[in-house]
């Protein structure tokens, strides 16, 4: 970590090793409190991640199982101690046997016709239900499911609470993930040099996370050679300059500016790693200077990052460092939580706009990704994440892993 970005730390106690079963029902305890705060006596969760996170069951596809029928799918009730399971993958879920079902699949409309009746056996007539996610299928049979003729909350919002506020087992978990990953990070790091192909790179960071213990890899890893002007392209049809993409076979050169960015899970969680690399030589005077203000706006931006500070203040004082321009990507953040999802709540100067901004804060107990874009126009630019835990007085780093070669 450079120097400087150490100044306002705030101590933390986070253990050495997660107790899993206290995080489990930490978690339960959040999401119910959420429920009440609602007046919900039931939630229904399709959501992967919200699932993982209410019932503290792994599920390996995470957002990309989505993508298929075979996805979980939650209940959680008001008066009951654990909740109600429905997945393909009954083994190790920690959950008692009477609360492991079966997969039910919600995109099929027999699927909706059984858990329909599922749902009878579980909630009372005329309780209030808050529902995460529809499916084609759940629209077309509300009335089936949902018989009273109330259609029900956004059972989502209390999870999305929940999440935003990591727990200290949370935190020690959320550490190991950053920490496997620094060790492919290192690994693909000492291998990079001209004549390397990007998909060596893949190959060796994989490698290296799954002999250190990652459960999954979230997204193909990202070394992207950055162009050094916007006018070269490539572009969406949206006219934004197309970052990232996919890792392909072509062979690294001497001089490129890589964007770096991966991400993986363990036990649950993501991590998030980012910095930007430049191949078989020493950075530039000027890309130095790229580096030294992409770490002052970071550094101004900790200098006012603390429990119950206005998410606005963190864009101004980003903005401050730059004469008022924003130095973060179009349609992007300033920065994002990190946990049961790869991109959570708080989201910071992202599309959701300035008023929402003004209106949330931050809280002690959330994680921020903060990843600032310093563009420089000819010669490319430079762009990393830090990520951090915010504290009632103001922050603790979560990973000190170099920013080399700068």
Known sequence: ??????????????????????????????????????????????????????????????????????????????????????????????????????????????????????????????????????????????????????????????????????????????????????VGIAAVQAQLAPGVRQMDLTATFLASVFDAGADANTLDPIWQVMPPSMAEGPWTTHGDLACPLLTTERELQRGDVLWVDTSLTYKGFHSDFGRTWIVGQDPSDRQRAQFDTWKAIVDAVLDVTRAGVAQSELLAAARAVVGGETPWMTHFYLGHGLGIDAAEMPYVGSDLGEQFDSSHALEAGMVLVLEPLVWDDGAAGYRAEEVIVITEDGWEPMTDYPYDPF
């Open 1 to 182: 970590m450079p120097a400087g970005l150490m100044e306002r730390v705030a101590p933390l106690s986070i253990p050495a090793t997660a107790d899993f079963d206290r995080m489990r029902a930490d978690r339960l305890a959040r999401v119910r409190a959420n429920m009440a705060a609602s007046g919900l006596d039931a939630i229904v969760l399709l959501g992967n991640t919200n699932v993982v996170y209410a019932t503290g069951a792994t599920w390996p596809l995470g957002d990309p199982g989505r993508a298929n029928f075979e996805q979980p799918v939650a209940v959680v009730l008001a008066d009951d101690e654990w909740p109600h399971l429905f997945t393909p993958l009954a083994d190790d879920t920690g959950l008692p046997a009477d609360h492991v079902h079966g997969p039910v699949y919600l995109d099929l409309d027999e699927g909706v016709t059984r858990f329909e009746s599922e749902l009878a056996a579980l909630v009372a007539p005329g309780a209030k239900i808050g529902v995460d996610e529809w499916t084609f299928a759940m629209s077309r049979e509300s009335k089936l499911l949902f018989p009273d003729g109330r259609p029900p909350s956004d059972g989502g919002k209390t999870v999305t609470k929940a999440k935003a506020i990591k727990t200290p087992d949370e935190l020690s978990v959320l550490r190991e993930a950053l920490r496997i990953t620094e």
